[in-house]
């Protein structure tokens, strides 16, 4: 099973890049997309096969995420029952027969102290919800763009953002806290412990070119879950949006 999340940026603008070839290529079975900017007709055709569900955000052309698959669905919820994190558009959950797959996009604080507000807000109810969800759906793989990147080894350039949002000690900690509840960073895992792997990259000349980036983007996965991933890739090119997608194969029995 290849599982693929990306935060495409905008899938009308992604398509427009290669987004359909690209996956076509890769041969993915499920694909978790963050920040759709679309809804309805606005989603191109070929995304919606064989099948595929949309959370978009009530604000016209902002946030969304969505999940296309080729695997059986056993069914699908969305929301995390918070109304400021709800009207954006950002969590998906689909039940798969004896495993479930939640896709989210987390805020970025990086425009300003409101936006950071929201996100110390979106953590805190993000990590109640996941809580009570374990004990149901104890087989959880957690992918999308956390906005968050753990460790130093997790950025380029870690010493000069430690007061950035996305590297703050309390974003850190409740990553750290995550893991504890029994998830597997599954790049992680597979890349080893020294390994520099990065999935966005500043628009700025050159950074994706020199590899000066963040590791945002993430597949955390229940420990059995995590066992299953044999091989992953994170292809800098093509350029979709300003992360890479973050691909894993995981060996289903």
């Not at 558009?89 to 990086?110: C, E, H, K, M």
Request: with cysteine; net charge neutral.
């Amino acid at each position: 099973m290849r599982l693929v999340t990306l935060n495409c940026n905008g899938i009308r603008a992604a398509d427009k890049k290669g987004l359909r070839d690209f996956l076509t290529e890769l041969r993915a079975d499920v694909v978790c997309l963050q920040e759709v900017r679309a809804v309805g007709e606005q989603i191109p055709g070929w995304a919606n096969e064989p099948q595929a569900f949309w959370l978009p955000a009530q604000k016209s052309g902002y946030s969304g995420v969505g999940v296309m698959t080729k695997l059986a669905v056993q069914s699908v919820k969305t929301g995390i029952n918070d109304l400021q994190v709800d009207e954006e558009g950002r969590v998906q959950r689909i039940d798969f027969s004896d495993w479930t797959l939640i896709n989210a996009y987390f805020p970025s604080g990086s425009s300003g102290e409101h936006r950071q507000a929201a996100k110390f807000h979106f953590l805190t109810k993000f990590r109640s919800y996941i809580e009570e969800l374990l004990p149901q759906r104890p087989q959880l793989l957690v992918c999308g763009d956390f906005n968050i990147a753990h460790h130093p080894i997790d950025l380029k350039n870690w010493k000069t953002n430690q007061t950035t949002s996305g590297f703050l000690p309390e974003e850190r900690q409740w990553l750290t806290d995550f893991e504890k509840l029994g998830f597997v960073d599954v790049i992680r895992s597979l890349a080893g412990p020294g390994a520099a792997v990065y999935s966005w990259w500043s628009q700025r000349a050159g950074s994706r070119q020199r590899d000066v980036g963040w590791r945002l983007d993430y597949q955390w996965a229940s420990p059995e879950l995590a066992k299953k991933a044999t091989a992953f890739q994170i292809p800098r090119l093509p350029v979709f949006s300003d992360h890479a997608p973050v691909v894993v194969d995981y060996q289903w029995e």
